[in-house]
């Protein structure tokens, strides 16, 4: 129903610790296409990659406006909000420091 780049989102979106294996393996794509869109969603502002050691955490920009016409008006926490509502109240190990950050801040802080 959408694209990779979509499900890569909301795979980031559900665990910012999110490894590119399991990414991968959820989305059914190769670690190397996972690599190549977490580039493109970076190029464009969505998000950020913070390494931790030897781990990388993503940040997701959730005032980030959506391009595309369909949407115009959205922004990513908008769209990351109705796609993973459902996950969000059954699951009760959600982190939900992670899903809600104002004023331009960056989802999925690290302190």
């Not at 559900?14 to 869109?37: F, K, M, P, Y």
């Not at 796609?83 to 109240?89: P, R």
Request: charge should be negative; charged fraction near 25%; glycine fraction near 8%.
């Amino acid at each position: 129903m959408f694209s990779n780049h979509g499900h890569v989102l909301v795979c980031i979106a559900q665990d910012h610790n999110s490894r590119l294996r399991d990414i991968s393996s959820i989305v059914g794509i190769t670690e190397r296409a996972v690599h190549s869109i977490i580039e493109d969603l970076e190029l464009v502002g969505i998000l950020q990659r913070v390494k931790l050691g030897r781990r990388n955490r993503y940040l997701i920009d959730l005032d980030q406006p959506l391009t595309h016409s369909l949407l115009k008006g959205c922004t990513v926490g908008q769209l990351v909000g109705w796609l993973t509502a459902d996950t969000a109240d059954t699951d009760d190990t959600a982190d939900t420091d992670d899903t809600a950050v104002p004023d331009g801040a960056m989802a999925g802080r690290t302190s």
